[in-house]
């Protein structure tokens, strides 16, 4: 072969290469917002709020769609003392910022008292649960990251997916979101 013949042969490889490489990123991009934005107090990104079963009442301030999947955040009421099942997350982190009340949150065998200003994180992969202690309204803020499936996870129980459900459905449905239920909830809300 001449070098010539070669030269143009390799250069023009490099070029469909090039472009195929191009085409393969703009393929892969998803959307994320192009500009900042601002969501009030005591609202929702979207203007609806999420009910989940356990008496919290959510307002996404920014959302998976947001950022192409990174984060999810969102603010968190809850009137009645208690909270979730002791879980863990497959592949997400998640940090509780307490806005107001009391919490005890609970990470792998440590269980924290947390009041308005305190944060605690949670890595993925360790069991975790919390519950709202004391009268009166407590508020979470509350990150994932990556955000994984979970706001998708509590729409569709704020739309009553769940309800109906036997044990080992919600189990599997909890699982097919991205975690898992190891426990019971905190039972015991003596302050630490």
């Known amino acids: 072969m001449k070098r010539n013949t070669f030269l143009q042969m390799l250069m023009g490889t490099t070029a469909l290469v090039t472009v195929s490489m191009n085409g393969l990123g703009k393929g892969l991009t998803k959307f994320r917002v192009k500009a900042g934005f601002k969501v009030d107090t005591g609202k929702d ?5 999420i009910t989940l079963m356990e008496g ?7 959302s998976t769609k947001d950022t192409d999947g990174d ?6 009421t809850r009137s009645k003392e208690g909270g979730p099942a002791h879980h863990y997350y497959f592949s997400q982190d998640e940090w509780w910022y307490i806005l107001q ?10 269980t924290y008292h947390a009041k308005a200003g305190d944060s605690v994180f949670g890595p993925r992969m360790v069991p975790h649960s919390f519950a709202k202690i004391g009268e009166g309204d407590g508020r979470l803020l509350q990150f994932f990251q990556p955000a994984g499936k979970m706001e998708e996870f509590f729409t569709k129980v704020s739309l009553g997916a769940a309800k109906g459900m036997t044990e080992a459905e919600q189990d599997k449905f909890r699982e097919a979101h991205g975690f898992k239920r190891v426990g019971p909830a905190i039972q015991n809300f003596k302050k630490i």
């Open 45 to 49: 990104r979207f203007k609806k709020t």
């Open 56 to 62: 919290d009442t959510f307002f996404t301030k920014v």
């Open 71 to 76: 984060i999810y955040v969102y603010e968190s």
């Open 101 to 110: 009340g009391e919490f005890l949150i609970k990470t792998g065998e440590t």
